[in-house]
């Protein structure tokens, strides 16, 4: 397959995105424009598709695909934004950790609250509401604030 002979399709297959996702990849420079044919259809090359894989588990990885930008047109220029890339990468794993925490919070609300129902339900006459959706109002503040009760 010669240089720039890939349709905007195919590339799109091989790299595992969509068309959309390609034109988004160009407009905010995380991929180059590619060269047009004489009817003024992008052509992409294996080049491109191996950028737009690139860019793809780049992002699956955590970063902002305009931080992304940065550090590519960086690349492109002959610079090594290297260590700013690992600093963009302690700021990912942070944001990660407190995701890990907040969720983790979110998992122990929830575990009390269901060992709370299973105590109200066990007390309630049957036909007799336990009203345990009532009980979420204090459980959902507590989840929203990241903090854990003991």
């Known amino acids: 397959m010669s240089s720039g002979s890939l349709t905007i399709?195919?590339?799109?297959?091989?790299?595992?995105?969509?068309a959309d996702t390609i034109r988004y990849y160009e407009r905010i420079g995380v991929l180059p424009k590619p060269p047009r044919s004489t009817a003024g259809y992008r052509?992409?090359?294996?080049?491109?598709?191996?950028?737009?894989?690139?860019?793809?588990?780049?992002?699956?990885?955590?970063?902002p695909l305009k931080e992304l930008a940065g550090f590519l047109k960086?690349?492109?220029k002959g610079?090594?934004?290297c260590h700013s890339v690992r600093a963009a990468g302690d700021r990912l794993l942070a944001a990660l950790d407190r995701q890990i925490a907040?969720?983790?919070a979110a998992r122990n609300t929830m575990v009390r609250t269901l060992a709370?129902?299973?105590?109200?339900?066990?007390?309630?006459?049957?036909?007799?509401p336990a009203r345990l959706l009532e009980s979420l109002a204090g459980a959902q503040e507590?989840?929203?604030?990241?903090?854990?009760v003991s």
């Open 79 to 81: 610079q090594a934004p």
């Open 74 to 76: 960086s690349r492109d």
């Open 9 to 18: 399709g195919q590339a799109a297959a091989r790299a595992g995105i969509s």
């Open 43 to 63: 052509r992409y090359s294996e080049a491109h598709v191996g950028r737009m894989v690139f860019v793809r588990d780049a992002a699956r990885f955590g970063f």
């Open 116 to 128: 709370e129902w299973d105590r109200l339900l066990a007390a309630t006459p049957a036909g007799t």
């Open 142 to 148: 507590i989840m929203s604030s990241g903090k854990s």
């Open 102 to 104: 907040e969720l983790t």
